[in-house]
Protein backbone atom coordinates (compact mmCIF):
# COMPACT_ATOMS: atom_id res chain seq x y z
CA UNK A 1 0.00 0.00 0.00
CA UNK A 2 1.23 3.20 -0.98
CA UNK A 3 0.80 6.00 1.76
CA UNK A 4 1.06 10.33 1.57
CA UNK A 5 1.42 12.17 3.98
CA UNK A 6 0.18 16.10 3.55
CA UNK A 7 0.82 19.30 5.59
CA UNK A 8 -1.75 21.45 3.38
CA UNK A 9 -0.97 24.40 1.17
CA UNK A 10 -1.23 27.29 3.43
CA UNK A 11 -1.94 30.43 1.59
CA UNK A 12 -2.26 32.40 4.54
CA UNK A 13 1.23 34.53 5.84
CA UNK A 14 -0.40 34.52 9.40
CA UNK A 15 0.75 30.91 9.30
CA UNK A 16 4.42 31.54 9.32
CA UNK A 17 4.64 34.38 11.92
CA UNK A 18 8.15 35.90 13.38
CA UNK A 19 9.47 34.16 10.30
CA UNK A 20 8.92 30.55 11.45
CA UNK A 21 8.51 27.44 8.92
CA UNK A 22 8.86 24.55 10.89
CA UNK A 23 8.94 20.47 10.21
CA UNK A 24 5.51 19.42 10.58
CA UNK A 25 6.88 16.41 13.25
CA UNK A 26 3.65 14.58 13.65
CA UNK A 27 3.14 13.35 10.15
CA UNK A 28 7.41 12.57 10.43
CA UNK A 29 6.84 10.19 13.04
CA UNK A 30 3.74 8.80 11.52
CA UNK A 31 6.03 8.41 7.87
CA UNK A 32 8.45 6.81 10.02
CA UNK A 33 6.35 4.47 11.75
CA UNK A 34 5.25 3.36 8.37
CA UNK A 35 8.19 2.85 6.64
CA UNK A 36 9.56 0.86 8.91
CA UNK A 37 6.64 -1.47 8.53
CA UNK A 38 7.77 -1.70 4.94
CA UNK A 39 4.87 0.60 3.51
CA UNK A 40 5.64 2.78 0.74
CA UNK A 41 5.57 6.56 2.05
CA UNK A 42 5.85 10.09 1.22
CA UNK A 43 5.25 13.44 2.40
CA UNK A 44 4.44 16.51 0.73
CA UNK A 45 4.68 19.69 2.67
CA UNK A 46 2.96 22.07 0.31
CA UNK A 47 3.28 24.77 3.17
CA UNK A 48 6.83 24.98 3.55
CA UNK A 49 6.94 24.19 -0.71
CA UNK A 50 4.42 26.82 -1.11
CA UNK A 51 2.73 24.75 -3.43
CA UNK A 52 -0.69 25.84 -4.99
CA UNK A 53 -3.31 23.66 -5.08
CA UNK A 54 -2.65 23.06 -9.25
CA UNK A 55 1.10 22.00 -7.79
CA UNK A 56 -0.88 19.71 -5.15
CA UNK A 57 -3.32 18.15 -7.52
CA UNK A 58 -0.22 17.54 -9.97
CA UNK A 59 1.71 15.47 -7.67
CA UNK A 60 -0.74 13.84 -5.98
CA UNK A 61 -1.61 12.58 -9.76
CA UNK A 62 2.08 11.47 -10.03
CA UNK A 63 2.08 9.80 -7.15
CA UNK A 64 -1.59 7.91 -6.93
CA UNK A 65 -1.64 6.96 -2.77
CA UNK A 66 -4.07 4.77 -1.46
CA UNK A 67 -3.96 6.07 1.39
CA UNK A 68 -3.75 9.48 2.18
CA UNK A 69 -3.22 10.68 5.97
CA UNK A 70 -3.51 14.44 6.27
CA UNK A 71 -2.97 17.12 9.76
CA UNK A 72 -4.31 20.04 10.29
CA UNK A 73 -4.44 22.62 13.66
CA UNK A 74 -7.61 24.55 14.10
CA UNK A 75 -6.27 27.58 12.08
CA UNK A 76 -5.51 25.38 8.92
CA UNK A 77 -8.35 22.77 9.26
CA UNK A 78 -10.11 24.85 5.89
CA UNK A 79 -7.07 24.28 4.39
CA UNK A 80 -6.88 20.28 4.95
CA UNK A 81 -10.70 20.39 4.03
CA UNK A 82 -9.70 21.68 0.93
CA UNK A 83 -7.19 19.45 0.79
CA UNK A 84 -9.30 16.21 1.48
CA UNK A 85 -11.61 17.17 -1.05
CA UNK A 86 -8.96 17.78 -3.72
CA UNK A 87 -8.10 14.30 -2.99
CA UNK A 88 -11.57 12.99 -3.16
CA UNK A 89 -12.16 14.05 -7.03
CA UNK A 90 -8.71 13.58 -8.42
CA UNK A 91 -8.06 10.49 -6.57
CA UNK A 92 -11.31 8.89 -5.43
CA UNK A 93 -9.98 5.56 -4.56
CA UNK A 94 -7.96 6.36 -1.88
CA UNK A 95 -8.76 6.78 1.46
CA UNK A 96 -8.60 9.66 3.57
CA UNK A 97 -7.41 10.02 7.00
CA UNK A 98 -7.01 13.68 8.87
CA UNK A 99 -5.38 13.42 12.19
CA UNK A 100 -3.84 16.48 14.63
CA UNK A 101 -5.07 18.82 17.74
CA UNK A 102 -8.33 19.79 15.90
CA UNK A 103 -9.79 16.62 14.33
CA UNK A 104 -8.63 15.14 17.53
CA UNK A 105 -11.28 17.11 19.51
CA UNK A 106 -14.05 17.88 16.31
CA UNK A 107 -14.12 14.66 15.03
CA UNK A 108 -17.83 14.80 13.92
CA UNK A 109 -17.16 18.33 12.14
CA UNK A 110 -14.97 16.29 9.76
CA UNK A 111 -17.13 13.05 9.31
CA UNK A 112 -20.31 15.02 8.32
CA UNK A 113 -18.23 15.39 5.27
CA UNK A 114 -17.99 13.15 2.07
CA UNK A 115 -14.06 13.53 1.85
CA UNK A 116 -12.68 12.52 5.20
CA UNK A 117 -13.22 8.97 6.02
CA UNK A 118 -10.83 8.23 9.09
CA UNK A 119 -10.18 10.40 11.71
CA UNK A 120 -7.63 9.84 14.45
CA UNK A 121 -7.93 11.00 17.62
CA UNK A 122 -4.91 11.33 19.99
CA UNK A 123 -1.29 10.08 18.90
CA UNK A 124 -1.29 8.82 15.52
CA UNK A 125 2.05 6.69 15.59
CA UNK A 126 0.45 3.06 16.10
CA UNK A 127 -3.36 4.24 15.21
CA UNK A 128 -2.24 5.16 12.05
CA UNK A 129 -0.32 1.81 11.20
CA UNK A 130 -2.99 -0.13 12.57
CA UNK A 131 -5.15 1.54 10.23
CA UNK A 132 -3.10 1.23 7.00
CA UNK A 133 -2.78 -2.46 7.89
CA UNK A 134 -6.56 -3.17 8.46
CA UNK A 135 -7.09 -1.07 4.99
CA UNK A 136 -4.53 -3.45 3.74
CA UNK A 137 -5.78 -6.82 4.54
CA UNK A 138 -9.20 -5.73 4.45
CA UNK A 139 -9.73 -6.16 8.02
CA UNK A 140 -12.24 -4.81 10.32
CA UNK A 141 -11.75 -0.69 11.63
CA UNK A 142 -13.25 -1.17 14.86
CA UNK A 143 -11.45 -3.00 16.12
CA UNK A 144 -8.60 -0.45 15.71
CA UNK A 145 -8.31 2.08 18.95
CA UNK A 146 -8.20 5.76 18.80
CA UNK A 147 -10.21 6.08 15.51
CA UNK A 148 -13.77 7.84 14.41
CA UNK A 149 -15.65 6.84 11.07
CA UNK A 150 -18.94 6.94 10.10
CA UNK A 151 -21.11 6.98 12.71
CA UNK A 152 -18.32 4.68 15.10
CA UNK A 153 -15.86 5.91 17.41
CA UNK A 154 -13.78 3.28 19.07
CA UNK A 155 -12.08 3.34 22.57
CA UNK A 156 -9.26 5.59 23.11
CA UNK A 157 -5.58 4.26 22.02
CA UNK A 158 -3.60 3.66 25.49
CA UNK A 159 -0.50 6.60 25.24
CA UNK A 160 2.92 5.85 24.20
CA UNK A 161 4.36 5.26 27.29
CA UNK A 162 8.06 4.26 25.78
CA UNK A 163 8.92 6.99 23.51
CA UNK A 164 12.51 5.25 23.22
CA UNK A 165 10.81 2.70 21.00
CA UNK A 166 9.70 5.65 18.12
CA UNK A 167 12.16 5.74 15.33
CA UNK A 168 13.41 9.15 14.03
CA UNK A 169 11.13 11.36 12.27
CA UNK A 170 11.46 10.97 8.41
CA UNK A 171 13.18 14.15 7.51
CA UNK A 172 14.79 12.16 4.73
CA UNK A 173 11.01 12.69 3.26
CA UNK A 174 10.64 16.46 3.78
CA UNK A 175 12.06 19.32 2.40
CA UNK A 176 14.82 19.86 5.05
CA UNK A 177 16.58 23.20 3.08
CA UNK A 178 12.55 24.69 3.29
CA UNK A 179 12.72 25.16 7.20
CA UNK A 180 13.48 28.56 8.93
CA UNK A 181 13.24 29.54 12.44
CA UNK A 182 13.70 33.54 12.98
CA UNK A 183 14.59 34.13 9.28
CA UNK A 184 17.23 31.84 9.77
CA UNK A 185 16.86 28.99 7.01
CA UNK A 186 19.76 26.92 6.75
CA UNK A 187 20.51 24.66 9.31
CA UNK A 188 17.58 24.55 11.68
CA UNK A 189 15.68 21.38 12.83
CA UNK A 190 13.34 21.00 15.81
CA UNK A 191 12.95 18.06 17.93
CA UNK A 192 10.28 16.85 20.51
CA UNK A 193 11.88 15.34 24.15
CA UNK A 194 8.65 14.32 25.86
CA UNK A 195 5.53 14.48 25.55
CA UNK A 196 2.66 15.29 27.91
CA UNK A 197 2.04 18.27 30.67
CA UNK A 198 1.52 17.92 34.08
CA UNK A 199 0.50 21.88 33.69
CA UNK A 200 -2.78 23.01 33.57
CA UNK A 201 -3.21 25.97 31.80
CA UNK A 202 -6.43 26.45 30.95
CA UNK A 203 -5.70 27.76 27.40
CA UNK A 204 -3.96 24.73 26.32
CA UNK A 205 -4.73 21.80 24.69
CA UNK A 206 -1.64 19.62 24.99
CA UNK A 207 -2.55 17.65 28.40
CA UNK A 208 -5.71 16.69 26.31
CA UNK A 209 -3.89 15.33 23.36
CA UNK A 210 -1.07 13.86 25.06
CA UNK A 211 -1.98 13.17 28.92
CA UNK A 212 -0.96 15.04 32.15
CA UNK A 213 1.68 12.76 33.15
CA UNK A 214 4.76 13.38 31.17
CA UNK A 215 6.72 10.66 29.11
CA UNK A 216 10.66 11.31 28.82
CA UNK A 217 12.70 10.23 25.55
CA UNK A 218 16.27 8.96 27.27
CA UNK A 219 18.97 11.71 27.46
CA UNK A 220 21.22 9.38 25.21
CA UNK A 221 18.29 8.64 22.80
CA UNK A 222 17.62 12.04 22.37
CA UNK A 223 21.34 13.41 21.51
CA UNK A 224 21.48 10.14 19.34
CA UNK A 225 18.52 12.08 17.28
CA UNK A 226 20.93 15.76 17.51
CA UNK A 227 23.95 13.63 16.51
CA UNK A 228 21.70 12.07 13.10
CA UNK A 229 20.66 16.39 12.91
CA UNK A 230 24.01 17.65 12.76
CA UNK A 231 25.76 14.79 10.84
CA UNK A 232 23.07 13.54 8.03
CA UNK A 233 20.89 16.71 7.62
CA UNK A 234 24.21 19.65 8.26
CA UNK A 235 22.20 20.55 10.73
CA UNK A 236 23.59 23.41 13.29
CA UNK A 237 20.91 25.04 15.60
CA UNK A 238 18.07 23.02 17.16
CA UNK A 239 14.42 24.41 18.85
CA UNK A 240 13.28 21.58 21.62
CA UNK A 241 9.41 22.15 20.84
CA UNK A 242 8.75 20.34 23.94
CA UNK A 243 5.30 22.26 25.96
CA UNK A 244 8.07 22.38 28.98
CA UNK A 245 11.68 20.96 28.53
CA UNK A 246 13.16 22.66 31.35
CA UNK A 247 10.44 20.83 34.24
CA UNK A 248 12.99 18.45 35.14
CA UNK A 249 16.50 19.51 36.13
CA UNK A 250 18.02 16.13 37.09
CA UNK A 251 16.84 15.03 33.14
CA UNK A 252 18.07 18.47 31.36
CA UNK A 253 21.31 18.58 32.96
CA UNK A 254 21.46 14.55 31.74
CA UNK A 255 21.29 15.89 28.43
CA UNK A 256 23.63 18.42 28.47
CA UNK A 257 26.63 16.04 29.94
CA UNK A 258 25.99 14.02 27.02
CA UNK A 259 26.03 16.55 24.71
CA UNK A 260 29.39 17.22 26.69
CA UNK A 261 30.49 13.96 26.56
CA UNK A 262 30.37 13.55 22.77
CA UNK A 263 32.19 16.75 21.92
CA UNK A 264 29.06 17.75 19.84
CA UNK A 265 29.34 21.28 17.84
CA UNK A 266 25.61 22.59 18.07
CA UNK A 267 23.40 25.60 19.21
CA UNK A 268 19.36 24.98 20.94
CA UNK A 269 17.13 27.03 21.92
CA UNK A 270 14.14 25.31 23.99
CA UNK A 271 10.32 26.19 26.17
CA UNK A 272 10.67 26.87 29.76
CA UNK A 273 8.63 27.90 32.73
CA UNK A 274 9.70 30.34 34.95
CA UNK A 275 9.10 28.90 37.72
CA UNK A 276 11.19 25.99 36.31
CA UNK A 277 14.58 28.14 36.42
CA UNK A 278 17.69 28.37 38.24
CA UNK A 279 21.06 29.66 38.49
CA UNK A 280 22.65 26.36 38.48
CA UNK A 281 20.51 24.39 35.60
CA UNK A 282 20.80 27.81 33.26
CA UNK A 283 24.68 27.61 33.75
CA UNK A 284 24.60 23.89 32.42
CA UNK A 285 22.65 24.61 29.70
CA UNK A 286 24.70 27.46 28.17
CA UNK A 287 27.64 25.89 28.85
CA UNK A 288 25.96 22.39 26.23
CA UNK A 289 24.98 24.93 24.25
CA UNK A 290 21.69 26.45 24.60
CA UNK A 291 21.46 30.02 23.04
CA UNK A 292 17.68 30.58 23.12
CA UNK A 293 14.80 30.25 25.49
CA UNK A 294 11.05 30.30 25.08
CA UNK A 295 9.07 31.94 28.20
CA UNK A 296 5.17 32.37 29.23
CA UNK A 297 4.88 35.47 30.64
CA UNK A 298 1.25 35.54 30.05
CA UNK A 299 0.54 38.81 32.05
CA UNK A 300 1.56 41.21 34.07
CA UNK A 301 -1.77 40.57 36.54
CA UNK A 302 -1.19 37.83 39.35
CA UNK A 303 -5.26 37.24 38.98
CA UNK A 304 -5.20 36.81 35.31
CA UNK A 305 -2.04 34.22 35.54
CA UNK A 306 -4.44 32.72 38.87
CA UNK A 307 -7.42 31.97 36.74
CA UNK A 308 -5.75 30.80 33.76
CA UNK A 309 -4.06 28.51 36.45
CA UNK A 310 -1.07 29.44 35.34
CA UNK A 311 0.89 28.85 38.68
CA UNK A 312 3.21 31.19 38.32
CA UNK A 313 4.49 34.88 39.94
CA UNK A 314 5.17 38.21 38.67
CA UNK A 315 8.08 37.67 41.21
CA UNK A 316 9.35 34.09 39.21
CA UNK A 317 8.72 36.29 35.75
CA UNK A 318 11.45 39.09 36.72
CA UNK A 319 14.09 36.20 38.13
CA UNK A 320 13.88 34.11 35.27
CA UNK A 321 14.35 36.91 32.24
CA UNK A 322 17.55 38.24 35.48
CA UNK A 323 18.70 34.75 35.43
CA UNK A 324 18.33 34.59 31.68
CA UNK A 325 20.04 37.60 31.00
CA UNK A 326 22.70 36.99 33.10
CA UNK A 327 23.87 33.74 31.43
CA UNK A 328 23.07 35.98 28.18
CA UNK A 329 20.63 33.30 26.96
CA UNK A 330 18.23 35.34 24.33
CA UNK A 331 14.75 35.27 25.61
CA UNK A 332 11.75 35.47 23.35
CA UNK A 333 8.29 36.50 26.08
CA UNK A 334 4.86 35.02 24.83
CA UNK A 335 2.05 36.88 26.05
CA UNK A 336 -1.67 36.40 25.68
CA UNK A 337 -3.65 39.65 25.43
CA UNK A 338 -7.09 39.90 25.78
CA UNK A 339 -8.41 37.16 28.28
CA UNK A 340 -11.84 37.14 30.21
CA UNK A 341 -11.50 39.68 32.42
CA UNK A 342 -8.60 41.92 30.54
CA UNK A 343 -9.03 45.44 30.30
CA UNK A 344 -7.31 48.40 28.46
CA UNK A 345 -5.43 49.27 31.30
CA UNK A 346 -4.22 45.27 32.58
CA UNK A 347 -3.31 44.93 28.97
CA UNK A 348 -1.63 48.27 29.01
CA UNK A 349 0.17 47.21 32.33
CA UNK A 350 0.84 43.76 30.47
CA UNK A 351 2.91 45.44 27.34
CA UNK A 352 4.52 47.91 29.88
CA UNK A 353 5.98 44.93 32.22
CA UNK A 354 7.37 42.92 28.86
CA UNK A 355 9.44 46.20 27.86
CA UNK A 356 10.58 46.32 31.42
CA UNK A 357 11.40 42.30 31.33
CA UNK A 358 13.85 43.42 28.36
CA UNK A 359 13.28 40.30 26.38
CA UNK A 360 15.74 39.86 23.32
CA UNK A 361 12.12 39.20 21.71
CA UNK A 362 8.76 39.01 22.34
CA UNK A 363 5.17 37.45 20.98
CA UNK A 364 2.09 39.03 21.98
CA UNK A 365 -0.80 36.82 21.17
CA UNK A 366 -4.67 37.86 21.20
CA UNK A 367 -6.15 35.15 23.43
CA UNK A 368 -7.76 32.40 21.41
CA UNK A 369 -10.30 29.25 22.96
CA UNK A 370 -8.62 26.10 20.90
CA UNK A 371 -10.92 23.69 20.92
CA UNK A 372 -9.63 20.76 23.87
CA UNK A 373 -9.13 23.42 25.99
CA UNK A 374 -10.82 24.44 29.51
CA UNK A 375 -10.72 27.82 27.98
CA UNK A 376 -12.73 27.50 25.30
CA UNK A 377 -15.37 24.92 27.58
CA UNK A 378 -15.46 27.85 29.15
CA UNK A 379 -16.14 30.09 26.11
CA UNK A 380 -18.55 28.25 24.60
CA UNK A 381 -20.61 27.77 27.93
CA UNK A 382 -20.44 32.11 28.57
CA UNK A 383 -21.35 32.53 24.88
CA UNK A 384 -18.06 34.87 24.72
CA UNK A 385 -17.25 33.79 21.29
CA UNK A 386 -17.63 35.88 18.70
CA UNK A 387 -15.96 34.74 15.79
CA UNK A 388 -16.99 30.98 14.98
CA UNK A 389 -14.48 31.22 11.33
CA UNK A 390 -11.72 28.56 12.50
CA UNK A 391 -9.24 30.25 10.10
CA UNK A 392 -9.60 33.19 12.40
CA UNK A 393 -7.95 31.18 15.05
CA UNK A 394 -4.30 32.23 14.70
CA UNK A 395 -3.40 34.01 17.49
CA UNK A 396 -3.25 36.84 15.22
CA UNK A 397 -6.57 37.80 14.85
CA UNK A 398 -9.55 38.65 17.69
CA UNK A 399 -12.12 36.38 18.49
CA UNK A 400 -13.50 37.29 21.41
CA UNK A 401 -14.17 40.91 23.56
CA UNK A 402 -13.26 41.67 26.82
CA UNK A 403 -14.69 43.91 29.74
CA UNK A 404 -14.45 47.03 27.74
CA UNK A 405 -12.58 45.79 24.69
CA UNK A 406 -14.18 45.25 21.26
CA UNK A 407 -12.17 42.94 18.78
CA UNK A 408 -11.23 46.31 16.66
CA UNK A 409 -9.94 47.82 19.54
CA UNK A 410 -7.91 44.70 20.67
CA UNK A 411 -6.38 44.57 17.38
CA UNK A 412 -5.83 48.12 17.67
CA UNK A 413 -3.62 47.70 21.38
CA UNK A 414 -2.06 44.31 19.55
CA UNK A 415 -0.42 46.40 16.85
CA UNK A 416 0.80 49.06 19.58
CA UNK A 417 2.40 46.25 21.76
CA UNK A 418 4.54 45.08 18.77
CA UNK A 419 5.35 48.24 17.42
CA UNK A 420 5.97 50.18 20.84
CA UNK A 421 8.63 46.95 21.95
CA UNK A 422 10.25 46.19 18.83
CA UNK A 423 10.62 50.24 17.37
CA UNK A 424 12.19 51.47 20.10
CA UNK A 425 16.13 53.02 18.96
CA UNK A 426 17.57 51.56 22.60
CA UNK A 427 16.39 47.99 21.47
CA UNK A 428 17.48 48.17 18.20
CA UNK A 429 20.61 48.85 18.80
CA UNK A 430 21.24 46.33 21.41
CA UNK A 431 19.79 43.55 19.20
CA UNK A 432 21.16 44.50 16.07
CA UNK A 433 24.58 44.59 17.57
CA UNK A 434 23.28 40.36 18.79
CA UNK A 435 21.57 39.07 15.78
CA UNK A 436 22.35 41.58 13.17
CA UNK A 437 20.05 41.21 9.79
CA UNK A 438 18.24 38.40 11.84
CA UNK A 439 16.59 41.25 13.55
CA UNK A 440 15.83 43.59 10.64
CA UNK A 441 14.23 40.67 8.91
CA UNK A 442 12.53 39.59 12.35
CA UNK A 443 10.92 43.58 12.86
CA UNK A 444 10.06 43.91 8.99
CA UNK A 445 8.02 40.65 9.24
CA UNK A 446 6.27 41.33 12.33
CA UNK A 447 5.10 44.51 11.63
CA UNK A 448 3.55 43.33 8.42
CA UNK A 449 2.22 40.01 10.02
CA UNK A 450 0.16 42.50 12.63
CA UNK A 451 -1.26 44.95 10.16
Known amino acids: MKV?????????????????????????????????????????????????????????????PQLVA???????????????????????QAKVVMGGYHPTFNHQELLNTDYVDIVI?????????????????????????????????????????????????????????HY????????????????????????????????????LRSPENIVDEMEHLVYDHQVDTIAFMDDTFTMNHRRVKAICKEIKKRNLDVYWGCTARVDTLSDDLLRVMKDAGCITMFLGVESADQQMLDSTNKNITIDKIRQAFKLSQEHKIRTIASVV???????????????????????????????????????????????????????????????????????????????KAFRNFYLRPSYILRQAWMDGPILIKTIMGVIKEVL
Open 180 to 215: KIMNMKTGIATMITSRGCPMQCSFCASAALHGSKMR
Open 337 to 415: LGMPGDTRDSIKRTVKFVRELNPSYAVFSLATPYPGTKFYKESVEKNIIKVKDWSKYTLLAPVLDTVDCSLEELKKLQY
Open 121 to 177: MGEGEKTLLEVAKTLKQGGNLSQVKGIAYDDVVTPPRPLIMDLDELPFPARHLLPMD
Open 70 to 92: ITALTPTISQAQNTAQLVKKYIP
Open 4 to 64: TFINPPQTNSKYKFMGVVAPPLGISYMAAVLEDNGFEVDIIDASALEMTWQDLKEELERIT
